[in-house]
């Protein structure tokens, strides 16, 4: 359990592979024996799980939730703790509103090149494995995210999905 994933404890070697970083409150957790719930700070705002605010013990669903958010970061551009989100919006339903016909609208657009992007210049109309890619992640970010941490996908089913969208991407075969 890391308990505190977000932008910048995720590192990118040359060749663009995330490695997590600072361990700093997952080690603290681990030192503390009985109910971990009695630490003070448990993740960042925007990037810590609902329940956490309610006084529940971190778990690996926390950071499957805060991968969801951080999925959603990247893909839209937004940070969590913008100031378009407050009164109730956060970025999960802003993403969740969109989704997944009008992600056009909200994704990340240095996301793609020219290249991927349909003849009429129109990011509404990417290449279908493109756009087939970028729903998948963005349900990804939107299950990963969820309020319940029961809602919430696994690791394994996550990494499993990751794969399958890579192999859909380099391949540019739709499954």
Same mark, same amino acid.
């Given at each position: 359990?890391?308990?505190?994933?977000?932008?910048?404890?995720?590192?990118?070697?040359?060749?663009?592979?995330?490695?997590?970083? %600072?361990?700093?409150?997952?080690?603290?957790?681990?030192?503390?024996? $009985?109910?971990?719930?009695?630490? $003070?700070?448990?993740?960042?705002? $925007?990037?810590?799980?609902?329940?956490?605010?309610?006084?529940? &013990?971190?778990?690996?669903?926390? %950071?499957?939730?805060?991968?969801?958010?951080?999925?959603?970061?990247?893909?839209?551009?937004?940070?969590?703790? %913008?100031?378009?989100? /407050?009164?109730?919006?956060?970025?999960?339903?802003?993403?969740?509103?969109?989704?997944? %016909?009008?992600?056009?609208?909200?994704?990340?657009?240095?996301?793609?090149?020219?290249?991927?992007?349909?003849?009429?210049?129109?990011?509404?109309?990417?290449?279908?494995?493109?756009?087939?890619?970028?729903?998948?992640?963005?349900?990804?970010?939107?299950?990963?995210?969820?309020?319940?941490?029961? &809602?919430?996908?696994?690791?394994?089913?996550?990494?499993?999905?990751?794969?399958?969208?890579? /192999?859909?991407?380099?391949?540019?075969?739709?499954?």
């Amino acid at each position: 359990i890391h308990c505190d994933l977000k932008p910048s404890n995720v590192l990118l070697d040359e060749d663009m592979v995330a490695h997590v970083s %600072d361990f700093g409150i997952a080690r603290l957790v681990s030192t503390i024996s $009985g109910n971990s719930s009695t630490i $003070g700070i448990k993740g960042s705002v $925007g990037y810590a799980p609902p329940e956490y605010g309610m006084g529940s &013990e971190v778990s690996t669903s926390g %950071d499957i939730y805060s991968f969801g958010i951080l999925m959603l970061e990247m893909l839209t551009g937004r940070r969590p703790t %913008d100031e378009v989100f /407050k009164d109730g919006q956060n970025l999960h339903n802003f993403v969740a509103i969109s989704f997944p %016909d009008n992600l056009g609208n909200i994704f990340y657009p240095h996301l793609v090149s020219r290249d991927e992007v349909a003849e009429d210049g129109n990011y509404e109309n990417l290449i279908p494995t493109i756009k087939e890619c970028l729903v998948s992640l963005f349900k990804i970010g939107l299950v990963c995210s969820m309020e319940s941490p029961k &809602e919430r996908m696994n690791i394994a089913d996550v990494t499993r999905e990751l794969s399958i969208i890579r /192999k859909t991407f380099l391949t540019g075969e739709i499954n």
